[in-house]
């Protein structure tokens, strides 16, 4: 069965460190990933997300994700952080004719 | 504005009641998703119905239903409600049944008193 997983629970930075978010997926056949980022009192927003091509997506706001087949990963980037990207951050694949799969998610605080 | 909609955004009503959350889908799309999240048990996928049909089923209770009409709207039921069915639930849709990109309604806030 397909499986997504995200090993870091919560995450705290200070403004301007560089962010890296875990992400790795079980998945038979072809997968579609996904980032998608929950600001405090809204709704999921979609990131960025790979289909297919470079495996280096860049997003919105600064972030990037990378595919690395090899070790089943599509970890999430930034250079720098700002304290408005404190937020909830979802990474999410599904394949062929299945539904996507959430992880369980990543808290970041961003501290100032 | 991810074009999904959702009603009411929020609501409160007492244990044992039964209320009906309402989604309609981004225009054009055949998949509808609904997911629970909490504090304690953060997103967690209920149903899929694709195109009027149940196409995957996740953590839903016996106590809720799920229903996907033939405009493609759809509605969750949960009805003998509990303290711990407070929640955010959210309804997402998408093009297929699977693959696509889904994007996410504002939600529904429901309070259990």
């Known amino acids: 069965a397909q499986s997504v997983s995200q090993h870091n629970h919560h995450v705290i930075l200070s403004e301007a460190a560089s962010l890296e978010l875990g992400c790795n997926y079980s998945?038979?056949?072809?997968?579609?990933l996904f980032w998608y980022v929950q600001y405090p009192g809204q709704h999921l927003q979609l990131l960025l997300k790979y289909f297919s091509g470079d495996p280096l997506v860049k997003g919105i706001k600064g972030f990037e994700a990378e595919f690395i087949k090899s070790k089943f990963s599509f970890n999430l980037r930034k250079p720098s952080v700002q304290w408005s990207d404190t937020a909830e951050y979802f990474c999410a694949a599904s394949g062929g004719y299945q539904k996507v799969t959430f992880g369980t998610g990543t808290k970041l605080q961003v501290i100032p | 504005d991810s074009g999904v909609t959702q009603t009411p955004k929020h609501l409160i009503t007492a244990t044992g009641q039964r209320v009906t959350l309402r989604c309609s889908p981004r225009s054009g799309d055949l998949s509808v998703y609904w997911y629970q999240q909490s504090l304690d048990q953060g997103l967690q996928f209920l149903i899929q119905?694709?195109?009027?049909?149940?196409?995957a089923k996740g953590n839903i209770l016996e106590r809720f239903s799920a229903q996907q009409f033939p405009d493609l709207h759809s509605e969750l039921n949960l009805s003998s409600l509990e303290l711990g069915d407070s929640a955010l639930y959210f309804c997402a849709s998408s093009e297929t049944q699977g693959g696509n990109t889904i994007y996410f309604g504002e939600g529904s806030w429901l309070t259990v008193v």
């Open positions: 119905y694709y195109n009027g049909e149940e196409r």
């Open positions: 998945y038979g056949g072809t997968v579609n």
